[in-house]
Nanobody, 119 residues
Framework: QVQLVESGGGLVQAGGSLRLSCAASGSIVSIHVMGWYRQAPGKQRELVASISSGGTTNYGDFVKGRFTISRDNANNAVYLQMNSLEPADTAVYYC?????????????WGQGTQVTVSS
């Protein structure tokens, strides 16, 4: 089994910044893609950003240069630096990882961390 543990969410005023962290542990040989998704009340879960083991990144259109994803392959961790936050960024943010466990590839999710941006 693999566990993803997120941290760093909270309450921030519009224009502020937060840094989310996610650490993966368990039966891991390697991790291909790690990413962050978010889900606001009444909306579908959407991609915020993803990063491959080689460093290729992908961002949701709404990010518009405000967020930066990075990862530490040696420690199976991924980070999301969020700047210029807006009330529309309020959501539960989930960490995601495509894990090579040696005999199978599986996708795992964290439990989510709440981000609330006040106006």
């Amino acid at each position: 089994q693999v566990q993803l543990v997120e941290s760093g969410g909270g309450l921030v005023q519009a224009g502020g910044s937060l840094r989310l962290s996610c650490a993966a542990s368990g039966s891991i040989v390697s991790i291909h893609v790690m990413g962050w998704y978010r889900q606001a009340p009444g909306k579908q879960r959407e991609l915020v950003a993803s990063i491959s083991s080689g460093g290729t990144t992908n961002y949701g259109d709404f990010v518009k240069g405000r967020f930066t994803i990075s990862r530490d392959n040696a420690n199976n961790a991924v980070y999301l630096q969020m700047n210029s936050l807006e009330p529309a960024d309020t959501a539960v943010y989930y960490c995601n990882a495509d894990v090579n466990m040696g005999w199978v590839f599986r996708t795992y999710w964290g439990q989510g961390t709440q981000v609330t941006v006040s106006s």
